[in-house]
Every structure is written in structure tokens, then in C-alpha cells.
């Protein structure tokens, strides 16, 4: 396998960025979510960036184009919102990383679909040639699709989403991963320069204490099995989709508070136990894990935590990722996902308080946004640490000629 430039400079703007919730997917229940609307950040969009700069000096975001609402029908896209949100982008200095599959697909598509990968080929090629219209200069960052060892369990093991199956999560993984791969392909051809994020989450399963030997090799297995989809992309796995090596540019981790779990009876690790879980493996172990299967620069694409310990999570992610600088991964930006606040896809009035922004509902209108104070002090902590703990840029030695 190649070595890969570390020396490669970062082409985030901003260490830190926001994660703004653009879910589109077919919920539990079968209702079509749209989170962008929901969460007010369509309508507010000029205000959210000039709140995160403003707040916490952050210039790049993850945002995404809603596939199902883009789509309507088959190979006829809409871009007009897109639009309107890299308009803004534009305007006030903010840097788009785009999902172009977040989750959901149009009302007439399943990864299990004979047409899905050649279909989602296509919106890569329309994307390109849309945005490269709009901007014909400057770097774009993709996201194929987002998180497809979490999509594949929810659509094909637990009935969460579209296509509704129990059993089936190997044939959506692999139906996921096949679009993603004819994408990369299609998004290459159309702009060689276009740079890919993968968003994969990050996990570690645990045996009971005391297990045997068993079950401590199903839970090595089962956590094994969180790369599955990378290692497809990479042609490691089922090379007969496709995949190759190259297509591996930049891993994005997704990683929060219930990422740890024993495997059976199933319970969550606790992160903040005191004294502390021996059986919680820190986040820097897990990052530098990552980044030594692949050798590739990583990113935490999505980070938060629910509810009152919010800013204990901040200041403990800020830990770990200056620990994993400092024992060299080469770890590009965090991203604080979701930024503001967003109901759950089943209950919609059960909002999160997940985020950096509280959202106020009110009967007309989006969401007001309200800063909570305690998370945002944890958050320019932790802003602070990594900063504290980031390898500084070398200036160039003079040249002498004496």
C-alpha cells in the first residue's frame, strides 16, 4: 500500500466546524423528514454562519443537498435551494463540505434497487457540473453518502428507515457502497481536483467481564466490522464493486457518548464514570486505530452529546484530540454535529438539546436559536487545548548568502 503525504496542508478553513442536521430519510413510521426546514437552518442559514464565526471563529461547515427533495423525478434536478445556501456560503467566507446522500433517498429508490448506483452516479455528475457553475474556482469537498454501516443496519437489520428489512444489512451495505463507488468514479471524472470525505462512525464493542473466548472474538469481530464500507471503498473488500485504494482521500470519524456498548446483555459504556470505565477506550486510541488501517489524515466529522453534560463532553473532546496530535494522527478539523439543535426522526417533538444553539419553537416562524452559555464556554476550552496541542507550521529558513 502507497505511504501517504502526511506534509499534505490541511483544506479545511477552520480547524473546528459546524454540522448543520439535513435529513431527508423515510422515518420509522414511514413520514419523510426534512430536517434543513425543521431546524429552521434553510430559513436562517445567513444567520447561523454569522453566528459560528462570530461565537467561535468557524469558517467551514458540512451542510447537505437533501437528494429526495433535489430529485423529484428520475435524472431532473432542482438546484434552487443549494443555490440560495452556496450563495450565502459565498457571501460571508464560509466553507461547504457537501453530503450528497445524508440520509434519504427520492420516494422511488432503495439501496436494494436494481437502478439505485446508477442513478446516484448521475446526481454526482449533475453536482459537479451544477456547483462548478457557480464555481468554477477553488476546492470541493464531497461526502458520497453519509454514515453506510449505520444506514445499512437501520434499512436492513431494524425496519428504522427505507427499505424496511430485518437481515438484509449486508445487501444495503453492499448496495449503499456500490453507489457510493460508481459515484466517487463519476464526481473524479467530472472534476479530478474534487477532494472525498468519508463519514463512517467510529465504535468499540465490548465483552462481558469474564467472557470467554467466544465472545470476545464476536465483539473484536463486531468492531472489526465498523470498517467495512471503508475497506470496500477501497477495493479491500469486494473488489468486484469497484473500489480502489485512491479513492481513499480523507476518513471522517463520527463519534459520540453511545459509540461503546457491551455486546450482550447490551449496555453503553459509561465515558464519565468515576473512577473511571476501564472498559472505555479513549477516543485518541480509537482515532489513532483508524488512522493506522488506512494512513490516511482524519477528521471527527460529527460530535455532541444530549442534555446537561454537554459541556463536560466538549472539554473531554478537546482532551483526546490534542492527545491525538500530539501522538501524531494527523487529525484535519471537528466538527460539532449538530450545531443547533434537532428533534428526533420518529417523535419529532422530542428535541435533543443536543446542540451548541437551543432551538425555541414558536408557532410562526423557525426555531429561535439560543446559545447555551455553559457548552459554548466548554466548547472555546476545548478550542483552546487543541489549539495548545496542534503542530506548528515551520517558517521557511532564510536563505543566507554570507
Same mark, same amino acid.
Given at each position: 500500500m502507497p505511504h501517504h503525504d502526511h506534509t499534505a496542508a490541511s483544506p479545511f478553513r +477552520?480547524?473546528?466546524?459546524?454540522?448543520?442536521?439535513?435529513?431527508d430519510q423515510l422515518n420509522a413510521f414511514g413520514n419523510r423528514v426534512d430536517f434543513l426546514p425543521l431546524t429552521g437552518h434553510l430559513q436562517l442559514i445567513e444567520q447561523d454562519y454569522q453566528d459560528i464565526q462570530r461565537e467561535f471563529?468557524?469558517?467551514?461547515?458540512?451542510?447537505?443537498?437533501?437528494?429526495?427533495?433535489?430529485?423529484?423525478?428520475?435524472?431532473?434536478y432542482d438546484w434552487s435551494t443549494v443555490q440560495a445556501m452556496l450563495e450565502v456560503g459565498q457571501r460571508l467566507g464560509v466553507q461547504q463540505i457537501w453530503d450528497l446522500c445524508h440520509f434519504g433517498y427520492p420516494d422511488d429508490l432503495t439501496p436494494l434497487h436494481p437502478m439505485f448506483a446508477r442513478r446516484f452516479s448521475a446526481l454526482c455528475r449533475a453536482f459537479v457540473n451544477?456547483?462548478?457553475?457557480?464555481?468554477?474556482?477553488g476546492e470541493l469537498i464531497v461526502t458520497p453518502i453519509n454514515e453506510v454501516s449505520f444506514m445499512s443496519w437501520l434499512g436492513g437489520d431494524v425496519r428504522g428507515t427505507s427499505p424496511y428489512c430485518v437481515g438484509q444489512g449486508w445487501e444495503v451495505k453492499r448496495g449503499l457502497m456500490r453507489a457510493y463507488i460508481e459515484g466517487v468514479a463519476a464526481?473524479?471524472?467530472?472534476?479530478?481536483?474534487?477532494?472525498?470525505?468519508?463519514?463512517?462512525?467510529?465504535?468499540?464493542?465490548?465483552?462481558?467481564?469474564?467472557?470467554?473466548?467466544?465472545?470476545?472474538?464476536?465483539?473484536?469481530?463486531?468492531?472489526?466490522?465498523?470498517?467495512? +464500507?471503508?475497506?470496500?471503498?477501497?477495493?479491500?473488500?469486494?473488489?468486484?464493486?469497484?473500489?480502489?485504494?485512491?479513492?481513499?482521500?480523507?476518513l471522517g470519524f463520527n463519534f459520540y457518548y453511545d459509540n461503546q456498548w457491551q455486546l450482550e446483555p447490551h449496555e453503553t459504556i459509561g465515558w464519565a464514570d468515576t473512577p473511571a470505565n476501564p472498559r472505555w477506550t479513549p477516543l485518541h486510541k480509537l482515532l489513532q486505530m483508524a488512522h493506522r488501517r488506512y494512513d490516511r489524515p482524519v477528521v471527527l466529522t460529527e460530535t455532541s452529546h444530549p442534555g446537561v453534560d454537554r459541556p463536560k463532553w466538549w472539554q473531554?473532546?478537546?482532551?483526546?484530540?490534542?492527545?491525538?496530535?500530539?501522538?501524531?494522527?494527523?487529525?484535519?478539523?471537528?466538527?460539532?454535529?449538530?450545531?443547533?439543535?434537532?428533534?428526533?426522526?420518529?417523535?419529532?417533538?422530542?428535541?435533543?438539546r443536543s446542540g451548541l444553539w437551543d432551538a425555541e419553537l414558536r408557532p410562526d416562524g423557525p426555531p429561535l436559536r439560543i446559545l447555551d452559555q455553559p457548552s459554548a464556554e466548554a466548547l472555546r476550552q476545548a478550542q483552546a487545548t487543541v489549539a495548545a496541542a496542534r503542530p506548528r507550521r515551520q517558517p521557511k529558513p532564510e536563505l543566507s548568502f554570507s
Open positions: +477552520s480547524f473546528w466546524m459546524a454540522g448543520y442536521e439535513c435529513t471563529k468557524i469558517q467551514t461547515v458540512r451542510e447537505g443537498i437533501r437528494w429526495s427533495q433535489i430529485e423529484t423525478t428520475p435524472y431532473h451544477f456547483y462548478r457553475q457557480q464555481r468554477p474556482e464526481l473524479r471524472e467530472a472534476d479530478p481536483s474534487i477532494r472525498i470525505l468519508t463519514t463512517e462512525p467510529l465504535i468499540n464493542v465490548v465483552p462481558r467481564l469474564g467472557a470467554g473466548r467466544a465472545e470476545r472474538q464476536r465483539c473484536a469481530e463486531f468492531t472489526n466490522n465498523q470498517f467495512q +464500507s471503508v475497506d470496500m471503498l477501497a477495493g479491500r473488500l469486494c473488489p468486484e464493486l469497484g473500489g480502489r485504494e485512491e479513492y481513499l482521500d480523507m473531554y473532546i478537546g482532551q483526546e484530540c490534542a492527545k491525538a496530535l500530539q501522538t501524531g494522527v494527523p487529525l484535519w478539523g471537528v466538527c460539532c454535529y449538530p450545531i443547533i439543535d434537532r428533534p428526533d426522526w420518529d417523535f419529532l417533538d422530542n428535541w435533543h
